[in-house]
């Protein structure tokens, strides 16, 4: 083996043979022309296809925008939250950027036997070109390895109504092909200079396999090699966007032009439509009802499955995968739109209440795992809203939401329980918690908004109260909006009654309009979300997590040690994690507490599972198998945590029933943020241990 | 001194039980010298007849191959005449399914007031008179039939009147004609039962419920005692079902089924608006709960605070005593 | 076909503390939600598929004041074609005969093939609308109904009767139903239905409009008269029954004997 590094020379000439007794240079003009021609028209088709979309501004905030394609497109950011598949496709994503230039070397050499690529000559990338290919090989084998043998458990989707791990093998075999006939090629002129070398591993291979080749043959095979490597890449190119690997093409441009809004923030039934008009018909029932960014999240779905490997509805056995939501939709919007001849004769079935089912929507709580997780940034919860809005306008509701849509819209709160005694919980337990009823007209610095589930549930009502004694404890003067106040609206709108938010919406604007109040705080991750996403608040709105550290961090209030011998662990809620991005203020208030042990679940921050309660749960029944809040609780065990801290009122109603119904009374605990610090403040005389800390 | 005459229900070939609280009623109201009459429809129901004769003074017996099945619209027309001949002063019916079946086109074919669903009857001088539950059982009303002369219709709710005991009576058995113009209008197709085994929790009269309250599968056994103590039939609350300790069927509540007993034994039910939501009907309700404090014991009747594996099986063995 | 649907709005009692007005004969409003009587909805709804299957007129009809028309919206959301409200000073104090009466007034101009009613409303609990007014139209009816069909000119109903057994029943069209829980799943009204049918007239008819007379409807014209309403005697707390288990049980078993229980 040769120690220096050779410069393969273009010895084979494919520009300068005639094959089919035809020039080179022809011919391969015609393949390229063809190929060009067949994949601008597949590519047409498909874009077709998003020009019946619904309007959806994304060409707004562009340096964002740019930021995000860097981030998440080029750097590949979401890849490694799992590890083997993540490297595996950062390798192979990394070998594309680099070996693009070598194809289209390749493509040119089809004219000009010289032709070379100004910095894509020399020996550097020639020796980077080929340890890429030896690694593209690798990596085809890995991910054929394991689809073959190790079948991780999320490409078998058990709600899939068909497979496409086919076309998986379909892209890998081609990748693969295009490598082996490249190193040929290489192999063929490395061969005419008698050298291998260490900087070409992959064509010395090549070289040394092919040894029993006789010279004479040799140029042939190199023209062979070459001509395969092309007519390969235009298959390649072709078959992109009729697969699932149409993301090749379309993830970067999916990823810039992704949603910017914040994420809790629900879409409008529909954009551009001037404020007060109202539609004929309302959310999405058949694929054009789609937005046109949406059914591009369609075509740059991968089928990865890390959307339903997250989905806590899906592993709870409930009937829903988020992918097959993609999956469907893309399958159908391939069939009614084929690429050659026309649409098929006769009605296309039902999409929503037909390829999509009723209850594949309503098992959504749109927690957001899967959107968070999707390295391509495909949106589900936009989708799903819009589709149940739909069903809601079809009078399509299950009975148990029915019911308390309907209390919703009496009597502004979905227990049913009088609104005029929407205040009462401030002094229910015969004490005074320190919050004070804001009549209209009055004012107060910090206004407690609490949503029907501290207003009403008895058990939340005590973390309203041990929250308002804090306050008081801190010297806030702090008031609540009392019977003028109804429901956020928050799972109404997030359940597809927009109607019904709206009203309520107006109904809770007026109310502050009413008052004269500072900022508004909660302890709901609902309403927090409602308020400053939905009713478009703002900062002004904010977690009591986030109010009581800033408490803390001002001195305001000085928690005592708390080493019960338990080991405490932080859930985060759906709404104040994902869709907030509030993580460390709560941390900060246990961290704030001494000496109480603290332990971090495997699925915590954006990681977090949710606990079963948005879209209404709390009042129907799932179709799951088990229940969120118990593989939540049981995910707390995992982690050595005697008690589970929260934030968030659906997930202790959830987490509290899940550990009665499991038989862990008495072994397992769960608390709210607010009680659990409360506990602290009280455990010990102030003036000893103001002065002792 | 009044007539009064029962519209008597059959179970196929048995009399309803609710007769002989109607007979109960139809006594009181007709006073000393009154009398009183029962009117059963049916076929071959000979033998029902005999033993009304046993209880009332007078018996119509209408017996015609017609009338096989109970049909609220063809006994209105069976009864018309009956009624319209005049006489009775009070026509009482169980507020039964037959009962709102048959008793409002009946009134208004006879021109007789109907006061329904009645608690308790008495007569306001020459007019009936009763109390009947209204908003759910949460208000009484004190309602009293317009003075007319035609008398008036009423049924009756079951249990508000002690069933009469055996009669000794030896009233007299007419033989009741079908009017000539007797058409029914029902085609009877079929008649629907619950398959064998399967209880149907809807139709329960008494209820034992089980809430998560019994921690193991042991507890479901007590209940279990309690419940054919009392003869009752027994359903869950959410918690239980989803153990699969009870099928989904027996699941009381507004995500499961909705029931309207006249009894209603909570045992360990926290009572939850969720499942308290599928109780109607205002049953007389029982707790039996370790909390004090659990929102159940503001809606029931009676309450035992206690262990539930203590207060159970105790109750048990009093009921089987009491049963003698 | 054309279908004719009677309901009724009355107050939602769920949690509602409830108070009797100061004439002792009704009760106080002012802090009642109200909506459309449960079994009624399960009358629209059945009248609704019956059109979406068979084609046809859905006309909602209630008595009521202004008040009422919000059942009457929410049965032109459901699917309704028109509604008319029976809207007089007359009407007041109907009981259910004189409102029977007033149904039957309007309805007997109408054509009609099946005509369906709640099977009990929940604020009067009586249940007779229904059996009186089909007497009154002379049309078969068929109380309690948990499944309903209608096929070339005949219904096919399955209704609860006698020992909680449930039968099939056939009966010649025209006809009376009433609808009992069970006969369907009533779909969801939205806020947007509401508001898609809020300016869709609705007639209004008086008594003298009906060719009534005012002394047959309302109080006038009613075979029972409400004296008054009051509030059950027992307070509703569970009477804990204390001291040892033998004693609690022992009058536990007593109040059971007291209510038939035993």
Known sequence: MSATILVPAADPEPASGSPLGIPGPLLHGLLLLVALAAFAWIVRRRLLVLRRGAP?????????????????????????????????????????????????????????????????????????????????????????????????????????????????????????????????????TLAAHGGRSWALPLASLAAFALEAVPDSARPGLGVFAFWLHNVALCCFGCYLPVSKHFHVITSLPNVFLGKLDPAGRVKPPRHGLPPGAQPGEIGVRRLADFTWKHLLDFFSCTDCGRCSDVCPAYATGAPLSPRQISVKCRDEAYAAHPVFGRPPAGARPELVGGLIEDRELWACTTCRACEDVCPVTIEYVDKIVDMRRFLVDDGRVPAGMQKALGHLEKKGNPYGKPGKKRGEWVAADGGDCGVRVLAAGASAPLCFFTDSATAF??????????????????????????????????????????????????????????????????????ALNALRHDYRLGEPVLHHSELLAELIAAGRLRPFALADGRTYTFHDPCYLGRHNGVYEAPRAVLAAIPGLRTVEMAAARNKSFCCGGGSLYLFREGEGERRMGELRIEQAELAGAQVVVTACPFCLINFEDAIKTTGRTGRIEVVDLAELLERALVTAAPPAATTGA | MKQVLVIAERRGAVLDEGVFELLTAARALAGGGGRVAAAVLGHGIGGLAAELARGFDRVFAFDDERLAEPDGDGDAQALLPLLARGGFDAVLLAHGNLGIDLAPGLS???????????????????????????????????????????????????????????????????????????????????????????VDITQSERLVAVGRGIEDEDGLQLVRGLAAALGADLC??????????????????????????????????????????????????????????????????????????????????????QKG | MDIIVCIKRVPDLAEAGLEIAADGRGLRTEDLDFDINEWDD???????????????????????????????????????????????????????????????????????????????????????????????????????????????????????????????????????????????????????????????????????????????????????????????????????????????????????????GL
């Open chain 3, 42 to 260: 399960y009358a629209v709804e059945a009248a609704v598929r019956l059109k979406e299957q068979h084609g046809g007129v859905v006309t909602a009809i209630t008595v009521g004041d202004e008040d009422a028309e919000e059942v009457l919206r929410r049965a032109l959301a459901m699917g309704a074609d028109q509604a008319i409200l029976l809207d007089d000073a007359a009407f007041a104090g109907a009981d259910p005969f004189a409102i029977a009466t007033a149904l039957h007034a309007c309805i007997r101009s109408l054509p009609f093939d099946v005509v369906l009613c709640g099977a009990v409303t929940s604020d009067g609990a009586s249940g007779q609308v229904g059996g009186m007014l089909a007497a009154l139209l002379d049309v078969p009816q068929v109380a309690l109904a948990t499944g309903l069909e209608v096929d070339g000119g005949r219904a096919r109903v399955r209704h609860e009767v006698e020992g909680g057994l449930e039968r099939e029943v056939e009966v010649a069209l025209p006809c009376l139903i009433t609808a009992q829980s069970g006969l369907n799943q009533p779909r969801y009204v939205s806020i947007r239905g509401i508001r898609k049918v809020a300016d869709v007239a609705i007639a209004a008819r008086s008594a003298g409009d009906l060719g009534l007379a005012a002394t047959a409807v309302g109080e006038a014209g009613s075979r029972v008269r409400l004296e008054g309403l009051l509030l059950p005697p027992a307070g509703k707390r569970a009477e804990i029954l204390e001291g040892s288990l033998d004693a609690a049980v022992a009058t536990l078993v007593e109040r059971l004997r007291e209510r038939g």
């Open chain 2, 108 to 198: 208004v074919r006879a021109g007789m007031p109907l006061l329904a669903d009645c608690l308790e009857l008495h007569w306001a001088g020459q007019s009936l008179a009763g109390t009947r539950a209204v908003y759910g059982g949460k208000v009484h009303a004190r309602v009293v039939a317009a003075a007319g002369g035609t008398g008036a219709m009423a049924t009756v709710r079951g249990g508000a009147f002690a069933p009469a005991g055996p009669g000794t009576v030896a009233g007299e058995v007419v033989a009741a004609a079908l009017p000539a113009e007797f058409a029914p209008r029902r085609r009877p197709l079929r008649t629907l039962r619950p398959e064998a085994g399967e």
């Open chain 2, 236 to 321: 869950a609350s959410r918690p239980v079902v989803d153990k699969g300790w009870l099928p989904r069927s027996c699941q009381v509540g507004t995500s499961g089924v909705t029931v309207r007993p006249k009894l209603y034994v909570a045992v360990g039910i926290s009572g939850s608006f969720q499942h308290m939501g599928g109780i109607k009907g205002s049953p007389f309700v029982v707790a039996i709960n370790k909390d004090r404090a659990a929102p159940i014991f503001g809606v029931a009747d009676v309450g035992i605070v206690g262990d539930l594996s203590e207060v159970v099986p105790a109750l048990e063995a009093a009921i089987e005593e």
């Open chain 1, 457 to 526: 549930d008895p058990r939340i009502q005590r973390i309203g109260r041990a929250f308002g004694r804090l306050l008081r404890a801190a010297g806030a003067d702090c008031g609540t909006l009392g019977a003028d106040e109804v429901d956020s609206g928050h799972e109404a709108r997030r359940v597809g009654e927009e109607g019904l938010f709206e009203s309520l919406r107006e109904q809770n604007l007026q109310a502050l309009a009413a008052r004269e109040v500072g900022r508004v705080v909660t302890t709901d991750p609902h």
């Open chain 1, 56 to 188: 959806d501004p994304r060409l707004d905030r562009l340096g964002e925008r740019l930021r995000r394609l860097l981030v998440i497109g080029f750097g590949q950011s979401r890849q490694l939250r799992y590890p083997v598949a993540g490297i595996v496709h950062v390798l192979i994503f990394c070998g594309f950027l680099v070996l693009l230039f070598r194809s289209l070397t390749l493509l040119g050499q089809g004219f000009w036997g010289g032709f070379a690529i100004p910095g894509f000559a020399g020996p550097v990338y020639a020796a980077v070109k080929d340890w890429t290919g030896l690694v593209m090989l690798g990596c085809c084998a890995v991910a054929a390895y394991r689809r073959l043998y190790v079948k991780p458990a999320r490409y078998h989707d058990r709600l899939a109504l068909r497979s496409h791990g086919g076309e998986a093998h379909v892209i890998l075999g081609l990748i693969a092909l295009l490598m082996v006939a490249d190193a040929v090629f290489e192999a063929t």
